[in-house]
């Protein structure tokens, strides 16, 4: 099932890089995205990603669950709380499932449409898609403009 991620809420009230503004759009959180599957599935737990390793914040959120990964009053579970991206990355590779996207050396991946990594990656694999982005947030193109005039 295909969701629309929760920052687009955020870039479509705000009008975010250029996207046409919606001033009466809700803000939605992962929270909202999670409850709103949960009610078109029938499904009661969800099951997250998340590990401690991510930010001091998650480590922190992460901590105070059953185990470090299992909260039972939201019915939320978290399997690769306690691993590093090394270990999840052995995993995959052990399970010989793709491999996430990285769009540098020093980062995982991302989505982040106003990251120059991003656009640059899309425009060497996918070109298409990067007219995509261009065509929904006006603003990537000048980022990209810019990008390329100091490189050049």
Request: proline share 5%.
């Amino acid at each position: 099932m295909h969701v629309p991620h929760y920052c687009l809420s955020i870039y479509l009230r705000t009008g975010y890089m250029g996207i046409k503004k919606n001033p009466g759009q809700k803000k939605l959180s992962l929270s909202n995205i999670d409850e709103q599957i949960r009610v078109k599935t029938g499904l009661t737990w969800s099951i997250y990603g998340m590990k401690q390793s991510d930010s001091i914040n998650r480590g922190l959120m992460l901590r105070g669950y059953e185990g470090n990964t299992i909260n039972r009053k939201t019915q939320k579970a978290y399997p690769l709380s306690e691993l590093t991206n090394k270990q999840v990355l052995s995993l995959i590779e052990l399970n010989r499932l793709p491999r996430p996207v990285q769009y540098n050396n020093d980062r995982s991946q991302g989505g982040d449409i106003s990251d120059i990594d991003y656009l640059i990656w899309l425009f060497n694999k996918y070109p298409n898609d990067l007219q995509k982005i261009f065509d929904a947030f006006p603003g990537t193109k000048q980022l990209f403009y810019e990008y390329n005039q100091k490189t050049a």
